[in-house]
């Protein structure tokens, strides 16, 4: 595919890798801007100067020692920084009240209370840096409500607003749950007129709504699968913001995420026991016993391995899988569960693993090297997700010959074909009702397709030649950008 090579691209991001990660969002960006690179665009990205990414690359360059953003009647100081990785420049903005925390939004008790004038200060800092930097990019790509003021901003500011006349602004919603809600009294804080303060702009049944500005003021919306681009203007999955995304049904478009597979591939994954693909499956069993003795349980185990990677948060699904539990120990099942989130299911999790120390493994943690080993050693991925804008685990699974129990949600159901209703086809096994009874049922149908030596493998072998490679998305994404700049979408 050729690009133009004067295409220039901004991203705001509250993470991205390999610098920092909650959620598939750093993923995303981090992928996307490399791709981007490759299509040799202009690409930079913006990131806030945490305190995890300060200890991990304490080299990065400082480009001003001292810049500032008005917020309201404050004016906050701070550096900014760059770094460069595979091709793509880092900027970070640095202020240590806001960002050098022992984490990025919160602990698991709750959000920090200053989270919507960290994100609004980030937001302002970063088109503060860019008129230093004299850069007036064609595409500034902001992302979830951490960086929904940007648009705002570009266009109300009047500090920066006319710097940026000839810029366009594309909003990407990763998941609308996450709004950014705050009380009404906020809004000055954010350098944000009470004039705002109404139903078509800010306000939220009384209190404010960062949300709102990504999607009142971008140019355009998208969203990571064209699944949840329909599913958001529904009353069940629109979070309240339906109707102010049917008023912009028409400026909405769905990209379904890539995997990257340069860092997913079983052929080359030094995390893991053994490298396979398609023609030397066999050594996926010594991923299995690797990993089964690495998280303490009997490595002669050779019945079906549950997985599960995940944020431990009701949308998730974490309730349909520890209603689950008891059922799937009984069946005989063993199942290894990594992640972190909220407290009430980080305990009720250790909970069921004290209760069955011999079939169940849980690590509260982030651990890349555990996560490879899990997508590589397990014979199935679970995510009952409730919702899932897109997902990009079970992308991971398909590769990793570890097919997907899904609920047939957003970007689950774009890339999930069940197999049962399709045994031609079929990579994963779907579920429609958000309720362990459903769930189950659909785990007892991969089972039995698991214990069939000869349909199993043809199922495995088949799911690892399903591609979700980033080319094709960054493609999809030049071609809005540029709808966007010449103001067809």
């Known amino acids: 595919m050729v690009v133009k090579k004067n295409l220039s691209i901004s991203f705001i991001s509250p993470e991205a890798l390999p610098f920092v990660k909650t959620g598939g969002l750093a993923d995303v960006v981090g992928s996307l801007s490399r791709q981007f690179k490759l299509l040799d665009l202009d690409v930079e990205v913006f990131l806030p100067f945490y305190k995890q990414i300060k200890e991990k690359n304490p080299g990065s360059k400082v480009v001003f020692e001292q810049l500032s953003a008005k917020l309201g009647y404050r004016e906050i100081y701070f550096c900014l920084r760059k770094t460069s990785y595979q091709g793509v420049d880092f900027y970070f903005v640095d202020n240590e009240d806001f960002f050098h925390r022992d984490n990025l939004y919160g602990t698991s008790f709750g959000d920090y209370p200053d989270n919507l004038i960290r994100f609004a200060f980030f937001s302002k800092a970063v088109l503060v840096s860019l008129i230093a ?22 266009r109300k500011d009047r500090d920066v607003s006319k710097f940026f006349g000839r810029s366009r602004s594309l909003f990407t919603i990763h998941n609308l749950a996450y ?30 709504n960062l949300m709102k500005a990504g999607i009142i003021f971008s140019e355009v919306i998208s969203t990571v699968s064209k699944g949840y681009a329909r599913e958001i203007l529904t009353e069940e999955f629109g979070c309240g913001l339906q109707g102010l995304l049917q008023k912009r049904k028409n400026d909405i478009y769905g990209i379904l995420n890539g995997a990257d597979y340069s860092l997913w591939d079983p052929a080359k994954d030094n995390y893991i026991a053994a490298n396979y693909n398609q023609e030397s499956l066999s050594n996926k069993y010594l991923c299995k016993k690797d990993l089964l003795h690495e998280v303490g349980l009997d490595y002669s185990y050779t019945g079906p391995l549950l997985g ?33 989130g909220e407290e009430r299911y ?50 991971y699974s398909l590769k990793y010959a570890t097919p997907p129990v899904v609920r047939a949600v ?49 199922l495995t072998v088949r799911a690892m030649s399903f591609d979700f490679s980033w080319e094709v998305s960054a493609g999809q994404y030049v071609n809005l950008y540029r709808k966007i700049i010449k103001g067809e979408s």
Request: charged letters at 25%; glycine letters at 8%.
């Open 133 to 154: 930097l004299n850069s007036k990019p064609d595409i500034i790509h902001s992302n979830d409500w951490q960086t929904a003021l940007v648009p705002f901003y570009m």
């Open 179 to 208: 709004q950014g809600i705050g009380p009404s009294d906020t809004l000055p804080l954010l350098g944000i007129d009470y004039d705002f303060f109404t139903p078509g702009y800010f306000e939220f049944y009384g209190k404010i």
């Open 308 to 340: 599960v990677i995940s944020r431990l948060a009701k949308q998730k699904g974490i309730d349909v899988l520890i209603s689950a539990m008891h059922d799937i120990v009984r069946a005989g099942y063993k199942i290894i569960i990594l992640g972190t």
């Open 346 to 395: 980080q305990q009720a999790l250790w909970e069921l693993s004290r209760i069955y120390p011999d079939k169940i493994a849980v690590r509260v943690a982030f651990d890349d090297s555990l996560a490879h080993k899990i997508e590589a050693g397990c014979d199935l991925f679970l995510m009952p997700s409730e919702y899932e804008p897109c997902g990009l685990n079970q992308m």
């Open 410 to 458: 957003g970007g689950l159901d774009d890339t999930v074909i069940d197999y049962t209703q399709s045994p031609l086809r079929g990579n994963g096994f779907k579920f429609r009702r958000p309720e362990a009874g459903d769930f189950l049922n659909a785990l007892h149908r991969a089972v039995d397709v698991y214990n069939n030596k000869d349909k199993w493998r043809e």
